[in-house]
């Protein structure tokens, strides 16, 4: 089992940059597929970046594809998106996902734990 919890999420203008984390508890970190998820007032959860649990391997949502770049440390226990020209409707809470496996995708019923979420608003 793993724990997550996401930081760094906070208000930024537009066009500005921001990165969240995600700390992962255990000392399995490395076994997980990770991921983030957004979820917008009134919207579905959708996918945003996943990484293979070796980190050799990604994959965007199309809608931050040149702007979001998603990392992890599996020393540190530690997801990262770090997230560039940021726009108004990027506005979200912000989650992080692991599944146990060597890869994961978009589909957020394939994810096995999730964090609590943290708060990415960005103004116009």
């Known amino acids: 089992q793993v724990q997550l919890v996401e930081s760094g999420g906070g208000l930024v203008q537009t066009g500005g940059s921001l990165r969240i984390s995600c700390a992962a508890s255990g000392r399995t970190f490395s076994s997980y597929a990770m991921g983030w998820f957004r979820q917008a007032p009134g919207k579905e959860r959708e996918f945003v970046a996943a990484?293979?649990?070796?980190?050799?391997?990604?994959s965007y949502a199309d809608s931050v594809k040149g702007r979001f770049t998603i990392s992890r440390d599996n020393a540190k226990n530690a997801l990262y998106l770090q997230m560039n020209s940021l726009k108004p409707e990027d506005t979200a809470v912000y989650y992080c996902?692991?599944?146990?496996?060597?890869?994961?995708?978009?589909?957020?019923?394939?994810?096995?734990?999730w964090g609590q979420g943290t708060q990415v608003t960005v103004s116009s």
């Open positions: 996902a692991a599944r146990r496996a060597a890869w994961s995708g978009s589909n957020r019923r394939e994810y096995d734990y």
């Open positions: 990484i293979s649990r070796s980190g050799g391997g990604t």
